[in-house]
């Protein structure tokens, strides 16, 4: 018989969760589950907020790395054409589209192993100008440097998203082109620069259950738990190694991405838990669960870099079924 969980202990953050712990709020009973995430999201945030975020990809294709769900590397035929990096006029009209249909965080893509120098004075305009709009600014950019971390940090960067794809365990069958600790090393330089991180991963993408919880046991033991952690759904494209493996063996089973939620809410509980990449095959009782489970982020919009996501009207439709609202960080509950 499962011993009694203590949300009030559940609710606390903690930074020194061992991975049998992670695994055994795996194996609890789906209801008891998102009953204790739920109850738990309760204690820091209100239920039915949830923030509405926009992503655009500012430099698309031909990027070094061989992440194998990726349809953006250049080690894959998957038809995507490698282009420039956007003018910054162009970003910022695309953000003022954005925050126009009601995203109030505004995020940059680059499809790149690391953000090189010359590109720092147009990223810092793109910045500038998005975060003049009064949009919350996040960026993904590779690796990063200290340096450059303090740079993107003076131009005006809120967030830096930097994810960590998959458990230690799991990553080699990921991407061989960078090593765990480099992107254990960018989020440092982005934390020590004072921006807030952005960090999660991927789901079913031929891991195991242990993968999974090997994941968030590496965020929920980061000096500070990730400000945004998004779970991805592997959204198969065609001339990707993970990709074609997830057409041959199917996708990760609805319950156990729930699941995955609710422990990632639990383990990072003031964490916003973004439900991002795999949104658009979601049924809208998915998500429903995956709100009560303690999710409250999502990306808006018809497009993520490459993928596709739900239009702006199916969200709306969606926010009206469950009687949600935008979050507005100002409303943010403060546990007792």
């Not at 999660?200 to 965020?219: C, N, Q, T």
């Amino acid at each position: 018989m499962n011993a009694p969980v203590r949300i009030q202990d559940l609710s606390i953050p903690r930074h020194d969760w061992r991975l049998d712990e992670v695994e055994a709020l795996f194996a609890r009973p789906f209801m008891e589950l998102v009953f204790d995430a739920a109850a738990v999201h309760r204690r820091w945030f209100d239920p039915s907020a949830v923030q509405k975020s926009q992503l655009l990809s500012v430099k698309t294709g031909g990027c070094a790395e061989n992440c194998g769900y990726c349809s953006q590397s250049a080690h894959f035929r998957t038809g995507l054409k490698a282009e420039k990096l956007m003018d910054a006029q162009v970003v910022i009209a695309e953000a003022m589209a954005a925050k126009a249909g009601g995203a109030d965080r505004f995020c940059m893509g680059a499809a790149w192993r690391e953000l090189k120098d010359r590109d720092l004075p147009k990223l810092a305009a793109m910045i500038g100008g998005v975060k003049a709009l009064g949009l919350e600014t996040c960026a993904t950019l590779g690796m990063l440097t200290a340096e450059q971390a303090k740079e993107l940090k003076e131009a005006g960067l809120d967030y830096y998203n930097h994810n960590l794809d998959t458990g230690p365990e799991y990553y080699a069958e990921v991407v061989t082109t960078r090593t765990y600790q480099e992107r254990l090393d960018t989020l440092e330089h982005v934390r020590n620069a004072g921006m807030a991180t952005c960090c999660g991963g991927i789901v079913g993408m031929g891991e195991s259950r242990r993968d999974r919880a090997s994941l968030l046991h590496a965020l929920a033991t980061l000096p500070e738990h990730p400000d945004s952690l998004p779970v991805n759904a592997l959204v198969p494209v065609t001339g990707t190694p993970l990709g074609e493996r997830v057409m041959r063996e199917g996708e990760i089973d609805p319950i156990e991405f729930v699941r995955t939620v609710a422990v990632a809410r639990i383990v990072c509980p003031k964490s916003m838990v973004r439900l991002s990449a795999g949104r658009e095959g979601m049924s809208p009782e998915m998500q429903a669960l995956c709100f009560l489970a303690g999710a409250n982020s999502i990306f808006v919009g018809g497009k993520l870099l490459t993928t596709p996501n739900p239009e702006e009207d199916e969200d709306a439709r969606l926010f009206a079924l469950l009687d949600l609202k935008p979050y507005i960080s100002a409303e943010r509950v403060t546990p007792d």
